[in-house]
Protein backbone atom coordinates (compact mmCIF):
# COMPACT_ATOMS: atom_id res chain seq x y z
CA UNK A 1 0.00 0.00 0.00
CA UNK A 2 1.32 3.32 -0.89
CA UNK A 3 1.39 5.97 2.08
CA UNK A 4 0.10 9.27 1.87
CA UNK A 5 1.97 10.94 4.95
CA UNK A 6 -0.56 13.59 5.31
CA UNK A 7 -3.73 11.62 4.61
CA UNK A 8 -2.16 8.87 7.12
CA UNK A 9 -1.22 11.75 9.69
CA UNK A 10 -4.35 13.33 9.21
CA UNK A 11 -6.29 9.44 10.12
CA UNK A 12 -4.00 9.04 13.11
CA UNK A 13 -4.82 12.33 14.64
CA UNK A 14 -8.44 11.43 14.00
CA UNK A 15 -7.98 8.00 15.37
CA UNK A 16 -6.69 9.70 18.71
CA UNK A 17 -10.00 11.78 18.93
CA UNK A 18 -12.13 8.43 19.54
CA UNK A 19 -12.59 7.18 23.01
CA UNK A 20 -13.03 4.15 22.02
CA UNK A 21 -10.89 3.44 19.39
CA UNK A 22 -8.37 4.73 22.42
CA UNK A 23 -9.46 2.40 24.70
CA UNK A 24 -9.38 -0.50 22.52
CA UNK A 25 -5.69 0.40 21.30
CA UNK A 26 -6.01 0.23 17.74
CA UNK A 27 -3.73 1.75 15.47
CA UNK A 28 -4.03 2.78 12.03
CA UNK A 29 -0.89 1.60 10.34
CA UNK A 30 -1.85 2.24 6.49
CA UNK A 31 -4.21 4.54 4.63
CA UNK A 32 -4.04 6.14 1.25
CA UNK A 33 -7.03 7.03 -1.26
CA UNK A 34 -9.90 3.97 -1.26
CA UNK A 35 -8.09 2.24 1.60
CA UNK A 36 -7.17 1.62 4.73
CA UNK A 37 -5.76 -0.79 7.67
CA UNK A 38 -6.48 -1.00 11.26
CA UNK A 39 -4.70 -3.01 13.87
CA UNK A 40 -5.14 -4.03 17.27
CA UNK A 41 -3.14 -6.37 19.60
CA UNK A 42 -5.22 -9.23 21.32
CA UNK A 43 -5.53 -8.51 25.13
CA UNK A 44 -7.50 -11.42 27.24
CA UNK A 45 -9.84 -8.75 28.29
CA UNK A 46 -10.91 -8.53 24.60
CA UNK A 47 -12.28 -12.32 23.95
CA UNK A 48 -15.17 -14.06 24.79
CA UNK A 49 -15.91 -17.11 27.25
CA UNK A 50 -13.98 -19.34 24.71
CA UNK A 51 -10.90 -17.60 24.64
CA UNK A 52 -10.88 -16.31 21.03
CA UNK A 53 -11.95 -12.64 20.57
CA UNK A 54 -15.20 -11.00 21.00
CA UNK A 55 -17.32 -10.70 17.95
CA UNK A 56 -18.21 -6.79 18.71
CA UNK A 57 -14.13 -5.94 18.85
CA UNK A 58 -14.17 -7.71 15.12
CA UNK A 59 -16.87 -5.51 14.29
CA UNK A 60 -15.89 -2.67 15.52
CA UNK A 61 -12.42 -3.05 13.48
CA UNK A 62 -14.18 -3.71 10.37
CA UNK A 63 -16.82 -0.68 10.95
CA UNK A 64 -14.16 1.81 11.63
CA UNK A 65 -11.71 0.59 8.50
CA UNK A 66 -14.81 0.07 6.06
CA UNK A 67 -15.31 4.06 7.18
CA UNK A 68 -11.63 5.13 6.86
CA UNK A 69 -11.81 3.60 3.12
CA UNK A 70 -14.84 4.94 2.10
CA UNK A 71 -13.81 8.61 3.79
CA UNK A 72 -11.03 8.62 1.60
CA UNK A 73 -12.94 8.56 -1.32
CA UNK A 74 -15.27 10.91 -0.26
CA UNK A 75 -12.61 13.88 1.41
CA UNK A 76 -13.48 16.71 2.82
CA UNK A 77 -17.18 16.20 3.91
CA UNK A 78 -18.23 14.67 7.36
CA UNK A 79 -18.82 10.85 6.93
CA UNK A 80 -20.92 8.34 8.89
CA UNK A 81 -21.79 4.53 8.18
CA UNK A 82 -25.20 4.54 6.93
CA UNK A 83 -24.90 0.54 6.88
CA UNK A 84 -22.83 -2.61 7.48
CA UNK A 85 -23.03 -6.40 7.37
CA UNK A 86 -20.58 -8.85 8.78
CA UNK A 87 -19.76 -12.14 8.32
CA UNK A 88 -17.35 -14.26 10.78
CA UNK A 89 -15.91 -16.75 9.55
CA UNK A 90 -14.13 -18.64 12.34
CA UNK A 91 -12.75 -17.68 15.61
CA UNK A 92 -10.51 -15.02 15.86
CA UNK A 93 -7.11 -16.15 17.76
CA UNK A 94 -4.07 -14.76 17.38
CA UNK A 95 -1.59 -12.02 18.65
CA UNK A 96 -3.16 -9.58 16.62
CA UNK A 97 -6.28 -8.43 14.71
CA UNK A 98 -5.52 -6.52 10.77
CA UNK A 99 -8.45 -5.27 9.39
CA UNK A 100 -7.80 -4.36 5.58
CA UNK A 101 -10.54 -2.41 4.18
CA UNK A 102 -11.37 -1.10 0.50
CA UNK A 103 -13.51 1.12 -1.87
CA UNK A 104 -15.40 -0.83 -3.95
CA UNK A 105 -17.71 2.03 -5.76
CA UNK A 106 -18.02 5.62 -4.74
CA UNK A 107 -20.08 8.75 -5.68
CA UNK A 108 -20.58 11.73 -4.46
CA UNK A 109 -22.41 11.23 -1.28
CA UNK A 110 -21.56 7.42 -0.69
CA UNK A 111 -19.14 4.78 -0.72
CA UNK A 112 -19.66 1.09 -0.47
CA UNK A 113 -16.62 -0.48 1.03
CA UNK A 114 -15.12 -4.30 1.87
CA UNK A 115 -13.28 -5.08 4.30
CA UNK A 116 -11.18 -8.47 5.51
CA UNK A 117 -10.25 -8.71 9.25
CA UNK A 118 -7.70 -11.17 9.72
CA UNK A 119 -5.88 -12.93 12.93
CA UNK A 120 -2.55 -13.46 13.07
CA UNK A 121 -0.44 -15.71 15.22
CA UNK A 122 3.22 -15.59 14.24
CA UNK A 123 3.70 -15.01 10.66
CA UNK A 124 0.10 -17.04 9.94
CA UNK A 125 -2.55 -14.51 8.67
CA UNK A 126 -6.33 -16.36 8.88
CA UNK A 127 -8.97 -14.36 7.69
CA UNK A 128 -11.85 -14.50 10.45
CA UNK A 129 -14.57 -12.39 9.11
CA UNK A 130 -15.29 -10.20 6.19
CA UNK A 131 -18.23 -7.23 5.97
CA UNK A 132 -19.26 -4.52 3.60
CA UNK A 133 -20.84 -1.55 4.05
CA UNK A 134 -21.96 1.68 3.13
CA UNK A 135 -20.02 4.80 3.85
CA UNK A 136 -22.51 8.45 3.72
CA UNK A 137 -21.83 11.90 3.89
CA UNK A 138 -24.96 12.87 5.24
CA UNK A 139 -26.88 16.40 3.84
CA UNK A 140 -25.26 19.30 6.15
CA UNK A 141 -22.57 17.06 7.72
CA UNK A 142 -19.55 18.95 9.06
CA UNK A 143 -16.64 19.20 6.44
CA UNK A 144 -14.18 16.81 7.55
CA UNK A 145 -12.18 13.94 6.39
CA UNK A 146 -12.61 10.14 7.60
Do not use: W
Amino acid sequence: MTQTPDLLALGRRILAEQPFSVLLGAELTAFEPGRAELRLLVRHDLKQQYGFVHGGVLSYLADNALTYAGGSALSGQGIVTSEFKINYLRPAIGDTLVARAQVVHAGKSQAVCRCDVFALAGTEEKLCATAQGTITAPAGAASREP
